[in-house]
């Protein structure tokens, strides 16, 4: 904050470790790869050394290297047991595992996500469609693992892993899981975001929650609001919550957030940030006294910070999973807003990176 935004820090406080050291994470994608990754060690062997199939993660910075994970340490059960269970139903019936410089193969990701509320998802990306053995692994898959709550699949024929702008099918089960924070719950889609880590998620909310400092009388604005998360969190402690996200999928989960919560003061918009964001819709909606803005890594575009600056909020709360870019726009609005405080939340134990909030005061 310091080098690249020229930062002025007076109130940095101490990070809010995780509790959860293994285990902590509550999804996962590995990598289906016709050829596991051999490291150094067995490369360096005289003897020849079998590349068989993996399912597991991307080397840092090799895009078709997979290292073959037989036990995760990141995700809590089932994740481990059904990983394995269909890698060896694969190599048991012959199912080819996806080559991504051939651009061939049947498997391709699969996705696991767990809820604190003991729900499963369990999302399998194929290559290309083989409606027997597709129904034929889903079905067995479900059989071994009843307490898989939502099973799904999809057909992804791209040239790349991204499955935005995929049609995700329901195999059985239902389309989503729950999560659940504060007595309040929250319905997760294949698509939906959610903090990684649902522990130290709940830090960060509060701590969020906290700097916000509302008393009940604010409007406010939850930009990036994704599933809705932060302004289902807060709408209780506030006036009015406005949330605006670019996924319409996420933005249809928000509204049921709110609904199933009983949450009445909160209204979704999807769209692009900096389309959406505008004098006219600001005038609409009434002037924000508190604007919190959660954006993805790389920051906010220059035209949501102009839009920020000109509706002058009283207190901005900036969340971020990249300091480097949050540093960037802090400096935008330097001229205008003072730091107040500074909370780091290490959502992401085992690795440098940190998510950070910073509190911003209009300057008098």
Do not use: W
């Not at 509790?19 to 996962?28: G, M, P, S, V, W």
């Not at 996806?98 to 990701?109: S, V």
């Not at 930009?223 to 406005?242: D, E, M, Q, S």
Request: hydrophobic share 40%; aromatic share 10%; net charge neutral.
């Amino acid at each position: 904050l310091q080098r690249i935004g020229k930062v002025q820090l007076k109130n940095v406080l101490p990070i809010l470790g995780s509790a959860k050291q293994l285990f902590y994470r509550n999804k996962l994608e590995f990598t289906f790869s016709a050829k596991r990754y051999l490291t150094r060690e067995e490369i360096k062997l005289e003897t020849a050394i079998e590349r068989t199939p993996a399912l597991g993660f991307h080397v840092p910075g090799l895009f078709d290297k997979v290292v073959d994970i037989e036990h995760c340490y990141l995700q809590g059960k089932p994740s481990n047991e059904i990983r394995n269970f269909i890698k060896n139903y694969a190599l048991q019936h012959g199912l080819s595992f996806y080559d991504i410089r051939a651009q061939q193969g049947f498997l391709r990701t699969l996705i696991i996500r767990t809820a604190s509320t003991g729900e499963t998802m369990v999302i399998i990306a194929f290559g290309h469609e083989d409606q027997t053995a597709r129904e034929a692994l889903l079905n067995e898959l479900k059989k071994q693992f009843p307490e898989i709550t939502s099973l799904m699949y999809v057909i992804n024929e791209k040239l790349n892993d991204n499955l935005t702008d995929q049609e995700i099918i329901c195999h059985s089960g239902t389309a989503h899981i729950f999560e659940e924070m504060e007595g309040l719950k929250f319905k997760i889609g294949p698509k939906s975001f959610y903090q990684t880590n649902s522990q130290q998620a709940y830090h960060l909310y509060c701590a969020t929650r906290k700097l916000a400092n509302l008393s009940g009388n604010e409007t406010v604005y939850d930009l990036y609001t994704g599933t809705g998360t932060i302004a289902n969190f807060i709408a209780r402690r506030a006036k009015k919550v406005i949330g605006i996200e670019y996924v319409p999928e996420a933005i249809e989960d928000a509204k049921i957030n709110s609904a199933i919560n009983g949450i009445t003061n909160t209204t979704f918009y999807a769209g692009d940030m900096k389309d959406i964001l505008n004098e006219s819709f600001i005038t609409h909606h009434g002037h924000p006294d508190v604007i919190i803005t959660d954006p993805p890594r790389a920051g906010m575009h220059p035209d949501v910070v102009q839009t920020i600056l000109k509706a002058t909020p009283e207190r901005i709360v900036y969340v971020s999973c990249n300091s480097a870019t949050q540093a960037r726009d802090l400096q935008l609005m330097a001229p205008y807003y003072e730091v107040e405080a500074v909370q780091p939340v290490d959502m992401f134990p085992h690795t440098h990176h940190v998510e950070n909030i910073v509190l911003l005061k209009l300057k008098s």
